[in-house]
């Protein structure tokens, strides 16, 4: 893992005081806010190309660190939540992720008001993914236990130079009835995916990663949250992971009934 002289150039703090981010929300907010199968954007080029790549440089490897560790039936991974493991530039851009400018960016973007960062990083921080590795098509927990605040956007910037289609590893959205993935994204560096978190926000990486050994898939995870919310249905619930339905199995009772109706 190396470290970053932090020069002007590479330095996060203030990066998203620039009018430009202002702009980019403005002109994608509608876009964003009519996307299928839910509101979501992927933004390429997102930061300066050499923060990006300084950053990707300094995310440390399986074994530098210590990382909370996940292997069942929902997914595989790791992910480490704990900014103190990490160096100084990338302890910077997760604050600078949680600052009050992005907070406006994500505002003016999702059209959610008076978002709430998450300082405790809980299921976020820097998620790290090898071979092998999946996240199952699931709908997100919904409930910050510590904040007690509705969970309302996720935010994903991605930091994998050289990423090959064939590792797989592409985040796929899914219709509610889970029959398709509608959108699939590549986790291309300095990409930026913003989507909504519902019930119905159906996502997952399930497709287990065929990556060179040496190779990680690596993601800064944020998540935002509100005090109160009038959309949304469900109760407090931890991630709820979603079974694929066939679409004939789905076709059998349909064509059944169409046969009484002749």
């Given at each position: 893992m190396e470290?970053?002289?932090?020069?002007?150039?590479l330095n996060p703090t203030g990066i998203f005081d620039d009018s430009k981010y202002a702009k980019l929300a403005l002109d994608n907010r509608e876009k964003y806010?009519?996307?299928?199968?839910?509101?979501?954007?992927?933004?390429?080029?997102?930061?300066?190309?050499?923060?990006?790549?300084?950053?990707?440089?300094?995310?440390?490897?399986?074994?530098?660190?210590s990382w909370v560790a996940t292997d069942n039936a929902g997914n595989r991974r790791r992910y480490q939540h704990d900014e103190r493991k990490f160096t100084p530039l990338v302890r910077m851009m997760l604050r600078e992720m949680n600052s009050r400018q992005f907070l406006l960016?994500?505002?003016?973007l999702t059209g959610i008001e008076?978002?709430?960062?998450?300082p405790y990083f809980i299921g976020g921080g820097v998620h790290s993914s090898g071979t092998g590795d999946f996240l199952n098509v699931h709908a997100d927990f919904n409930w910050h236990h510590k904040l007690h605040a509705h969970r309302r956007i996720n935010a994903l910037l991605y930091?994998?130079?050289?990423?090959?289609?064939?590792?797989?590893?592409?985040?796929?959205?899914w219709n509610t009835e889970m029959t398709q993935a509608v959108k699939t994204y590549?986790?291309?560096?300095n990409r930026l995916i913003v989507f909504n978190t519902?019930?119905?926000s159906n996502h997952g990486?399930?497709?287990?990663?065929?990556?060179?050994?040496?190779?990680?898939?690596?993601?800064?995870?944020?998540?935002?949250?509100?005090?109160?919310?009038?959309?949304?249905?469900?109760?407090?619930?931890f991630t709820k992971y979603k079974t694929i339905n066939s679409p004939f199995a789905m076709g059998l009772g349909e064509d059944y009934r169409k046969s009484g109706e002749e």
């Open positions: 470290t970053t002289v932090i020069t002007k150039q806010q009519t996307a299928n199968p839910f509101p979501h954007i992927a933004l390429d080029n997102f930061i300066d190309e050499p923060l990006a790549k300084a950053l990707a440089a300094e995310i440390p490897k399986p074994g530098d660190i960016f994500l505002e003016t008076n978002l709430i960062p998450d930091l994998n130079e050289n990423w090959q289609e064939s590792w797989h590893g592409g985040l796929e959205f590549s986790p291309i560096i519902t019930q119905n990486v399930p497709t287990p990663l065929a990556c060179p050994e040496d190779v990680r898939r690596i993601t800064l995870n944020l998540y935002y949250y509100t005090t109160k919310r009038e959309d949304e249905l469900a109760d407090p619930h």
